[in-house]
């Protein structure tokens, strides 16, 4: 059974990055995507981008305006995202979760989701 | 790029209740949507895929139907545990939209 463990909260100065780390654990780490999704105070969910270190491409959500670096280190398991040039409007909870898919769908659901990373941008 | 509506946005509900929510796409996502729980400060917890496939360890009280652009999620018989706010996701496109929420409050 997969479980994801995060790295712990921060807080940046705007225009400094953050990076967050999710550690796999408990199935091959390879051969599963690992996507980001973050959730701003009070709002809803957010799919920011994925990868899949089997192929070791990375998919971004199309307004991320080159701010979001997804990588992985197979050797550790772990997965990492980058978010760069914050902002006030970045403060939020951060989440890697596995992508899941069947073999008709183009894309995924998430499941299990890791514990999430409370990023706070403040001067 | 695929709006994904819910409503309604807060459900105020008793303990046995039968409950629906409903999510609404705004283009055709054949069967590709996924149902979430939520309780504060956790993760989402999945509950259905496929739009009507019932993750494994869930109880059956929760049940997901729809095709196309609308979808529900009823929970037959509310339980304490269930108080919680609730998320539809599509992956029928790259941005796998999720919906705004649905708090489910104690009435």
């Known amino acids: 059974q997969v479980q994801l463990v995060q790295s712990g909260a921060e807080v940046k100065k705007p225009g400094s990055s953050v990076k967050v780390s999710c550690k796999a654990s408990g199935d091959t780490f390879s051969s599963f995507g690992i996507s980001w999704v973050r959730q701003a105070p009070g709002q809803g969910l957010e799919w920011m981008g994925e990868i899949i270190p089997m192929f070791g491409t990375t998919h971004y959500v199309e307004n991320s305006q080159g701010r979001v670096t997804i990588t992985a280190d197979e050797s550790s398991n772990t997965v990492y995202m980058e978010l760069s040039s914050l902002r006030s409007e970045d403060t939020a909870v951060y989440y890697c979760?596995?992508?899941?898919?069947?073999?008709?769908?183009?894309?995924?659901?998430?499941?299990?989701w890791g514990q999430g990373t409370l990023v706070i941008v403040s001067s | 790029d695929i709006q994904m509506t819910q409503s309604p946005s807060t459900l105020s509900a008793s303990v046995g209740d039968r409950v629906t929510i409903t999510c609404r796409a705004s283009q055709s996502i054949n069967t590709w949507l996924a149902w979430y729980q939520q309780k504060p400060g956790k993760a989402p917890n999945l509950l259905i895929y496929?739009?009507?496939s019932l993750e494994g360890g869930v109880p059956s009280r929760f049940s997901g139907s729809g095709s196309g652009t609308e979808f529900t999620l009823t929970i037959s018989g509310l339980q304490p545990d269930d108080f919680a706010t609730y998320y539809c996701q599509e992956y029928n496109s790259y941005s796998r939209t999720f919906g705004q929420g649905t708090k489910v409050e104690i009435k």
């Open positions: 979760a596995r992508d899941l898919r069947d073999d008709h769908s183009s894309f995924n659901w998430f499941d299990p």
């Open positions: 496929k739009a009507s």
